[in-house]
């Protein structure tokens, strides 16, 4: 069974800094791995979509990478800002013989970005 | 921007009580998902469905059942609610990249 953990749990940093989160995973076999953000009391909002043929994507000041092989994804973001600030969550798809299957969701990494 | 919604946003019910939550996409996604999240804690997948007439359960046991006789919807029901049913509950779809509607938040008292 898929199992998938965010360090760290929680993060607070100043205004300007760049900043990494790890995720990793037990089971290298993915279909694609997903970054989300949540906002309190809000549903979750696609950052960037690694497929698992694919080694990072980049989308404005993020970027994400991927290693299958030793399962690990990592999150980078670049001159944060207070806006940043939000839950990030990583998320692995699997197979299924109707092509990716639902999700497995991390706990998160609370992160906070002090003006 | 993803257009998927979900109704209601918040539902305070009585124990007992069948339940409805709505999930509709304008998309053409054939892929659809139900997760469960309580508090704190990570998204769990209940229930998913690779098209019209197609249901499967997810990795967490949900009492809740679903159905999907068109493409654009795939709503999830509780045929008599319980104290324990008390989550949020998340709808998604994707065509590769999962898109999420904004929650439904229930408690049952």
């Known amino acids: 069974k898929q199992e998938v953990t965010q360090i760290p749990a929680a993060l607070s940093v100043p205004e300007g800094e760049n900043l990494v989160l790890n995720c990793s995973f037990t089971d290298s076999a993915i279909y694609n791995l997903q970054w989300f953000r949540q906002d309190p009391g809000k549903g979750l909002t696609s950052l960037l979509l690694?497929?698992?043929?694919?080694r990072e994507q980049t989308s404005g000041r993020l970027n994400a990478s991927l290693d299958k092989s030793s399962g690990r994804s990592t999150l980078y973001i670049a001159a944060s800002q207070p806006g940043d600030s939000a839950t990030y969550l990583c998320a692995v798809g699997g197979y299924s013989g109707g092509g990716a299957d639902g999700l497995t969701f991390g706990k998160g990494t609370h992160l906070i970005i002090q003006p | 921007e993803a257009d998927i919604y979900q109704t209601p946003r918040y539902l305070v019910i009585g124990t007992g009580k069948k339940i409805t939550l709505e999930c509709s996409q304008t998309?053409?996604?054939?892929?659809m998902y139900w997760y469960q999240q309580d508090p704190g804690m990570e998204l769990h997948l209940i229930h998913y469905?690779?098209?019209?007439?197609?249901?499967e359960k997810g990795d967490l046991s949900s009492e809740s059942t679903v159905s999907r006789i068109r493409t654009e919807h795939f709503p999830l029901t509780l045929e008599s609610a319980r104290p324990s049913h008390t989550s949020q509950y998340l709808c998604a779809s994707s065509l590769y990249e999962q898109y999420f509607g904004p929650g439904t938040r229930l408690t049952v008292t």
């Open positions: 469905s690779y098209g019209v007439n197609s249901t």
């Open positions: 998309m053409g996604h054939d892929k």
């Open positions: 690694i497929q698992s043929s694919q």
